[in-house]
C-alpha cells in the first residue's frame, strides 16, 4: 500500500482536505474537537498525531484505526484530514482562500435536544451562500434518558445495544433534526442510508462526551472528500506554497509569528514570503518553521519543534521578521522564482476581497 501511496504523491499530489466545525454556542464544537484530537491520539500512539497550531491533521492510518471495520484504507488516496482547531463561522467566514471558504467541508454541530437555533440557521446560511459540502453531527447523544455510553464505538453498534425505548427517543430527536434540514431547503437522512452525500446531507449521531459515533463522523467525512473533492484536492506539491494566516501571535525567542494553513504548494525555511497585513502586504522571509511537539509530549510543557519545509495541506507557525502588522484571515503566498512585484500584487487583490467580504458579514 506504501508504493500505492508513492505513485499518487508523484502524479502531482492530492492534499488533505480542511474541515471547519461549525454550530450553535454550547451545543458542542470545541468538545468534539477535543474528542477527536484526544481519540486520535490513542488510537496512533503517541507521535502518530500531531496537534499543529490553528489545526489539527488526523492521518488516515490513524482514522482507520479508530474506525476500525467502517474503514477499509486501501479505498482512500487522500491522506487524512485537516481540522481548523477555531471552531465557529466567524472564524469560518474570516478564513479564506483565493476569496472562497478555506475549509473545504464542514461539520454542522447539532445539540440533540436543542435542534436548529440562531446560530445553527446561520451557520447553514453560510455554507449554503460558499457551497461548502457538509454533514450534521446529531450530538450529546449520551443524554438521551436510559443511554449506556458505549465509550467511542461506532454509533450503530452503540444504538443497537441500548433498550428499544431508548433507541425510539433518540430516532425521534433525530428525525426533528433532519425535518429542520429539510425546512430549509436540505434532503437529509442518517447518514447510512445516504448514497448520495453531493445532494443529501448525512445525520451522524455522536457523543463528544462519550465519543460514540466519531468513528463514524472520521468515516463519512473521509468517505465524501475521496468522492466528491478528490479533483480539487489535486494540487503541485512541490509549488510555491499558498496559505491563509489563522492567528497572529507571540513565540518566545522569535517574537511575533503567524500560525497558517498552507492549502497549497510548499512553503520552506529561507522562503521568501508576501503576507497581508493592517497596511498592505508584507514582505519578509521565513526564519523558522514550527510545529507543536506530538500530543502525547506537549501536556507539561509547550515546544515547538523546527521542521525544513511544508506542503500543503497542513498547520503550522511561520518565525519571520516584520509580522506585527499581519492579520488574521489574511493570504500568505512563497515567492520562490516568481517577480516579488506580482505576488504583491496576487495578495493586495485578496485583501481586497477580503475587505468587501467581512464587511458584508457584519
Ligand atoms: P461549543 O460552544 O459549541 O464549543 O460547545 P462546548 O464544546 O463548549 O460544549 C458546551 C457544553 O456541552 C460543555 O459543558 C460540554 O461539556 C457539553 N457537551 C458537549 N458535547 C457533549 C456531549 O456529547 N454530551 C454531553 N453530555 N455533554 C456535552
Redesign the pocket.
Given at each position: 500500500p506504501d508504493s500505492h501511496a508513492d505513485d499518487d504523491a508523484d502524479a502531482g499530489g492530492l492534499r488533505t482536505p480542511i474541515v471547519a466545525v461549525l454550530?450553535?454556542?454550547?451545543?458542542?464544537?470545541?468538545?468534539?474537537l477535543?474528542k477527536i484530537r484526544g481519540s486520535a491520539v490513542t488510537a496512533g500512539e503517541s507521535g502518530a498525531i500531531t496537534q499543529h497550531i490553528g489545526s489539527t491533521a488526523v492521518p488516515l492510518d490513524v482514522i482507520s484505526s479508530m474506525a476500525g471495520d467502517l474503514v477499509d484504507p486501501t479505498d482512500f488516496d487522500l491522506p487524512g484530514l485537516l481540522f481548523i482547531d477555531t471552531?465557529g463561522h466567524h472564524s469560518f467566514s474570516t478564513l479564506r482562500s483565493r476569496g472562497g471558504a478555506l475549509a473545504d467541508i464542514a461539520i454542522l454541530?447539532v445539540d440533540v435536544n436543542d435542534g436548529f437555533q440562531p446560530q445553527t440557521m446561520e451557520a447553514i446560511d453560510i455554507l449554503k451562500r460558499t457551497q461548502t459540502p457538509f454533514i450534521v453531527a446529531a450530538?450529546?447523544?449520551?443524554?438521551v434518558p436510559g443511554w449506556n455510553p458505549n465509550e467511542g464505538e461506532p454509533v450503530r453498534v452503540s444504538k443497537e445495544k441500548q433498550s428499544d425505548r431508548v433507541q425510539g427517543d433518540l430516532d425521534e430527536k433525530l428525525y426533528e433534526i433532519i425535518g429542520q434540514l429539510s425546512d430549509n431547503g436540505f434532503s437529509a437522512d442518517m447518514y447510512w442510508r445516504v448514497q448520495d452525500f453531493q445532494n443529501n446531507i448525512g445525520v451522524v449521531p455522536?457523543?463528544?462526551?462519550?465519543g460514540e459515533g466519531v468513528p463514524d463522523l472520521l468515516t463519512v467525512m473521509m468517505g465524501l472528500s475521496q468522492r466528491y473533492l478528490k479533483e480539487e484536492m489535486s494540487i503541485d506539491v512541490g509549488g510555491p506554497g499558498v496559505g491563509t494566516v489563522l492567528e497572529v501571535t507571540d513565540a518566545r525567542g522569535f517574537g511575533t509569528t503567524v500560525d497558517a494553513v498552507v492549502y497549497d504548494g510548499t512553503i520552506s525555511e529561507d522562503d521568501e514570503i508576501v503576507v497581508g497585513g493592517l497596511d498592505g502586504p508584507i514582505v519578509t522571509e521565513v526564519r523558522a518553521l514550527l510545529k507543536p511537539q506530538p500530543l502525547a509530549e506537549i501536556r507539561t510543557e509547550k515546544q515547538f519543534e523546527r521542521v525544513e519545509s511544508v506542503a500543503a495541506a497542513d498547520g503550522v507557525k511561520i518565525a519571520a521578521p516584520d509580522l506585527d502588522d499581519a492579520m488574521a484571515g489574511a493570504p500568505v503566498r512563497v515567492v520562490r522564482d516568481r517577480d516579488v512585484d506580482e505576488v504583491i500584487l496576487e495578495v493586495e487583490e485578496e485583501l481586497a476581497g477580503f475587505e468587501v467580504s467581512t464587511a458584508e458579514e457584519g
Open positions: 454550530g450553535h454556542v454550547d451545543h458542542g464544537k470545541t468538545s468534539l477535543d471552531p454541530v450530538n450529546k447523544i449520551d443524554t455522536v457523543s463528544a462526551e462519550t
